[in-house]
């Protein structure tokens, strides 16, 4: 069964406003990591956050995890159309990855 | 840095027939991963070596599946025999020291079995 469960399942936005994506996740984790995935490429690596981290950032991205709530968010600032792919986010418990089943984001020019 | 390599990018074959994905993982990585992804059910994780061992395969969907890894810069995905339930993007992905760390993704493979 997939540990993550991203919101919203797509998401269309202007170029220069914020996106926010959400990850649900059902048990304990050790870390949660965000990837992209551009149309028709692997996925690349975003940002990881350890359980016992509240908020990370990178660049434009703002990663928060409240593990109370069993629950994540990825912010992206100041979108721009390079932004446009898929996001998925990962937990880990022990060993392997659970990728969620990802957000659609579309940035419009 | 070549990054993960994978080959072929596309597959089409007949059902019934085997197909081999291969993989060339980034140099020095220890632990690699393969995974499948649908629409329907997302990407999935198949198999999981550390140092060419396969430590958990309780993802490979059944006999027909299997993976090798015969050495530290060579994997392969063999699906034996086809069926059209098999179509897919496969990826396989490297990583420096398994879990928790990033994973670096191959360009995946686009299978279809018609």
């Known amino acids: 069964s997939q540990q993550g469960e991203e919101d919203p399942q797509a998401l269309s936005i202007q170029e220069g406003e914020n996106a926010t994506m959400n990850c649900s996740y059902k048990?304990?984790?050790?870390?949660l990591q965000w990837y992209r995935q551009n149309s028709g490429r692997g996925l690349v690596h975003l940002i990881l956050?350890?359980?016992?981290?509240r908020e990370k950032h990178s660049g434009r991205l703002r990663v928060t995890l409240d593990t109370s709530k069993k629950s994540s968010s990825l912010l992206i600032t100041a979108s721009r159309a390079a932004d446009t792919a898929s996001y998925f986010c990962?937990?880990?418990?022990?060993?392997?990855?659970?990728f969620g089943t990802g957000t659609r984001l579309k940035v419009l020019a | 840095d070549a990054g993960v390599i994978q080959s072929p990018r596309h597959e089409v074959t007949e059902m019934g027939q085997e197909v081999t994905l291969r993989c060339k993982p980034i140099s020095g990585h220890n632990s690699l991963f393969w995974y499948r992804q649908t629409m329907m059910r997302g990407l999935e994780l198949l198999i999981y070596?550390?140092?060419?061992?396969?430590?958990?395969d309780s993802g490979m969907p059944e006999d027909r599946f299997s993976a090798k890894m015969p050495n530290a810069s060579f994997s392969t995905l063999k699906i034996q025999p086809s069926e059209p339930r098999d179509s897919a993007v496969y990826f396989c992905a490297s990583s420096f020291r398994g879990t928790p760390y990033e994973q670096y993704f191959g360009p995946g493979t686009r299978l279809t079995v018609t």
């Open positions: 990962a937990t880990s418990g022990t060993y392997k990855y659970i």
């Open positions: 956050i350890r359980s016992n981290e």
């Open positions: 070596f550390n140092n060419n061992v396969p430590i958990d």
């Open positions: 048990t304990s984790i050790n870390n």
